[in-house]
T-cell receptor, first 111, second 118 residues
Framework: SQQGEEDPQALSIQEGENATMNCSYKTSINNLQWYRQNSGRGLVHLILIRSNEREKHSGRLRVTLDTSKKSSSLLITASRAADTASYFCATDQGGAQKLVFGQGTRLTINP | GAVVSQHPSWVICKSGTSVKIECRSLDFQATTMFWYRQFPKQSLMLMATSNEGSKATYEQGVEKDKFLINHASLTLSTLTVTSAHPEDSSFYIC??????????????FGNGTRLTVT
C-alpha cells in the first residue's frame, strides 16, 4: 500500500525560485528518502534522513523531518530548468527493507 | 557508485506471449531486489521482493503465477510477464539493495522497462 501523501501534486515555478514539496506518512519509520524521476526513467536517490534527524542538506537540497507530525519537506533552492522532474518520498515502514513511495510531486521549472 | 542495469528499456509484444525483463547490479552484489510497476503519472507500486536463492515475496494482489521472478545470482533478477494482456502494459522498474546494507540505505534503480501489449 502507498502510505506517503505528497503535496502539491504538481508545482510550476520560474527558474531561480525555490521549490518546496511536502510528504506525509502514517506509520513509524526508521528513515525517509527522497527520489527524483525524470520522465520515462528510473528513480535517482537524492537524500536520506533518519528518524532521529530533523534536517539535512545536500547541495541545493534541504530536507526536514518532523516525526511528531509524520511529515517531511524537500526544498530545492535556486531552481534550474534541469530540476524539472517528479519527486517522490519513500519510507521504510519501520525497518522493512522495502520502500513505500508517495504519490509524487511533478515539478516544472519554467526558464 | 552503484549501477543497476535493466533490459530491455522498452518492449512491444502480442497478447498471450511472455516477456522477460532483466535487472542486473553491475558493480555490487544484491541479495535483494525489488520490482515495481508504475502507471502514467502515478507512483510506484511494489510488486514483489526478489531474494537471491529463494522464492520471491509478492505483495498482496500480485499474481505470482503471472509475474514470475527469478533471482538466481547475486547480480541478476528477472521478471517474466506470462501470457501478457493489454492491461499488463505498464512501466516496470527494478531496484537493488547492496548486499551488506541495513535498512538505512538507499535503493539503486534501473531505468525501467516500458511494456506495451498489443
Amino acid at each position: 500500500s502507498q502510505q506517503g501523501e505528497e503535496d502539491p501534486q504538481a508545482l510550476s515555478i520560474q527558474e531561480g525560485e525555490n521549490a518546496t514539496m511536502n510528504c506525509s506518512y502514517k506509520t513509524s519509520i526508521n528513515n525517509l528518502q527522497w527520489y527524483r524521476q525524470n520522465s520515462g526513467r528510473g528513480l535517482v536517490h537524492l537524500i536520506l534522513i533518519r528518524s532521529n534527524e530533523r534536517e539535512k542538506h545536500s547541495g541545493r537540497l534541504r530536507v526536514t523531518l518532523d516525526t511528531s507530525k509524520k511529515s517531511s519537506s524537500l526544498l530545492i533552492t535556486a531552481s534550474r530548468a534541469a530540476d524539472t522532474a517528479s519527486y517522490f518520498c519513500a519510507t521504510d515502514q519501520g525497518g522493512a527493507q522495502k520502500l513505500v513511495f508517495g504519490q509524487g510531486t511533478r515539478l516544472t521549472i519554467n526558464p | 557508485g552503484a549501477v543497476v542495469s535493466q533490459h530491455p528499456s522498452w518492449v512491444i509484444c502480442k497478447s498471450g506471449t511472455s516477456v522477460k525483463i532483466e535487472c542486473r547490479s553491475l558493480d555490487f552484489q544484491a541479495t535483494t531486489m525489488f520490482w515495481y510497476r508504475q502507471f502514467p503519472k502515478q507512483s510506484l507500486m511494489l510488486m514483489a521482493t526478489s531474494n537471491e536463492g529463494s522464492k520471491a515475496t509478492y505483495e498482496q494482489g500480485v499474481e505470482k503465477d503471472k509475474f514470475l521472478i527469478n533471482h538466481a545470482s547475486l547480480t541478476l533478477s528477472t521478471l517474466t510477464v506470462t501470457s501478457a494482456h493489454p492491461e499488463d502494459s505498464s512501466f516496470y522498474i527494478c531496484s537493488a539493495s547492496k548486499r551488506a546494507s541495513q535498512y538505512n540505505s538507499p535503493l539503486h534503480f534501473g531505468n525501467g522497462t516500458r511494456l506495451t501489449v498489443t
